[in-house]
């Protein structure tokens, strides 16, 4: 039975095992609650304070999640690259999150806590109807929200893998998509489709749009580290490694672009990219046995499936049997499961023994 390691070896190596990542997480999750409930003692002062709404718990609960999101980030995003360095050889020749790659992160992890406190708040008060907190309560209540936050941030940024990055793709793109739908200010937008939620100029299309945008950011990292795993030994691996790199940039460039042309002012750019980007992807998946001959048949099949099934909606779309709005939503349902089932498939595929360290190694940098 091994002992528990010594604090003062958690503070010089604050990444280096998983019980160190722990600690370190629980520490600053610390940190932030002492800070959260000071702060709120001082905002909270000589009030009863309502549960949602302006001046409640759960604004002061999200603004300062994003916040200590932020920071918390950047901290595990810089702990982690020192360890990297620390263990870096000098043949290493390993991918490395670029500037915009941790913007892009720093940003999503930071609107999740953000629209997620807002939208937890909202289930409470509901629930508790016309009820208040004291204000130490309130205090305390918001800076446990803010330890939570600080605690599962700085663990998703120092165990940083593409299953982790393909989970905060998910849960980024669904709260932000459905805090816009929420948030509407017409009620029938689902009527015309998708892209009306960017149509407006109030919040609603502000988080729909950015949603985008960030999302797309997030696919280009994912294709930088989803790749990782796949064999490249010989020309035909490293082309086809190269050419569905490339679909999933453009994938993800494509979609930003989505969120920069609202359509209701550049309606052909915001149309054309909408549509490249599934034709990107059918592509992709029609070529995928070629390209990765390393891939579980499996997935290759899944992937005719996917695209067989658009094809089936853009029928029912012609013949009007769907609106556009669930033909958009069901086709970028299956894209985006399908990029996240390509992460956990990738790392299934056998790569040479001498490679599987630095892909390993490249997953965590």
């Known amino acids: 039975m091994s002992d528990p390691t010594p604090l003062p070896?958690?503070?010089r190596r604050p990444v280096d095992s998983t019980e160190?990542?722990?600690?370190?997480?629980?520490l600053t999750g610390?940190?932030?609650f002492v800070i959260g409930t000071l702060v709120g003692l001082i905002v909270f002062q000589g009030r009863d304070v309502p549960i949602a709404g302006r001046g409640s718990v759960g604004d002061f609960a999200a603004l300062g999640g994003a916040a200590v999101a932020l920071v918390a980030f950047l901290l595990g995003c810089a702990l982690r690259r020192s360890q990297v360095r620390r263990e870096a050889r000098a043949d290493d020749a390993r991918p490395r999150l670029r500037w915009f790659d941790i913007a892009a992160l720093t940003l999503a992890h930071a609107v999740i806590a953000l629209l997620g406190w807002i939208a937890a708040a909202s289930v409470v008060s509901r629930s508790f109807?016309?009820?208040t907190a004291y204000p130490a309560s309130a205090a305390v209540l918001a800076g446990v929200a803010l330890a939570v936050t600080a605690y599962l941030v700085f663990l998703s940024a120092v165990n940083l893998t593409p299953m982790m990055l393909s989970l905060v793709l998910a849960v980024f793109l669904a709260v932000g998509v459905f805090a816009s739908m929420l948030s509407a200010t017409d009620p029938l937008w689902w009527?015309?489709?998708l892209s009306a939620l960017g149509m407006s100029?109030?919040?609603s299309s502000l988080t729909f749009n950015l949603t985008l945008i960030v999302a797309g950011a997030m696919v280009t990292t994912i294709a930088h580290y989803a790749t990782a795993y796949l064999p490249h030994s010989t020309p035909r691996e490293v082309r086809g490694r190269r050419r569905v790199r490339t679909a999933l940039v453009l994938i993800g460039v494509l979609l930003a672009c989505v969120g920069i042309f609202p359509v209701d002012d550049f309606f052909w750019l915001h149309t054309t990219a909408a549509s490249?980007?599934?034709v990107v992807y059918v592509v992709m998946v029609a070529r995928l046995r070629r390209l990765l001959p390393s891939m579980p048949r499996v997935f290759v099949l899944l992937g005719y499936v996917y695209v067989a099934v658009i094809v089936v909606l853009v029928v029912f779309f012609?013949?009007?049997y769907y609106n556009l709005t669930a033909v958009e939503l069901v086709a970028a349902v299956l894209i985006f499961s399908w990029i996240i089932v390509f992460l956990r498939n990738t790392g299934a595929v056998e790569t040479p023994r001498d490679e599987v360290v630095p892909n390993l190694r490249a997953l965590n940098n």
């Open 20 to 26: 160190s990542r722990e600690s370190t997480a629980l």
């Open 9 to 11: 070896r958690i503070f």
């Open 201 to 203: 100029d109030d919040v």
């Open 30 to 32: 610390a940190g932030a």
């Open 276 to 278: 490249g980007m599934v």
């Open 191 to 193: 009527q015309d489709n």
């Open 318 to 320: 012609v013949t009007g």
């Open 129 to 131: 109807i016309g009820a």
